[in-house]
């Protein structure tokens, strides 16, 4: 009868090592898979930084600054927000603007998971 409860604890702590163990390998993946997909959200927004740097150096517009956010609402949804600076964008036309408005939106479908607001100031 000892014999027998021995052994009943030594294969409930068996099962018990194992349930743990299964659970935190499952962790250890999921927070790779985690950490893995938020570096390539991460080197996503940079190149659209990067691209849209570039488009705007093209466009006649050098050394503006650019700077992207990003909002999550309650539900995990990203909004960003793309802020362009340039001292010239103040005599800049609508339609110029309005082109390069939608260029970043494009680009924005090309590169980022989410919502874009833009914003020009000089």
Do not use: P
Not at 28 to 34: F, P, Q, R, W
Not at 68 to 74: A, G
């Amino acid at each position: 009868m000892i014999g027998r409860i021995k052994l009943f604890i030594i294969l409930s702590a068996v099962i018990v090592v194992t349930v743990l163990l299964s659970v935190s390998v499952k962790a250890y993946a999921n927070d790779k898979k985690g950490r893995e997909y938020r570096e390539a959200i991460e080197r996503s927004e940079a190149e659209y930084v990067k691209d849209i740097r570039e488009y705007l150096n093209d466009y006649g517009f050098k050394n503006a600054g650019v700077n992207l956010t990003k909002e999550y609402d309650q539900d995990r949804n990203v909004t960003y927000k793309l802020v362009v600076n340039h001292h010239s964008f103040e005599y800049a036309s609508a339609s110029k603007i309005h082109n390069m408005e939608n260029c970043f939106y494009e680009k924005a479908d090309e590169y980022l998971k989410g919502s874009l607001e833009t914003e020009f100031t000089f």
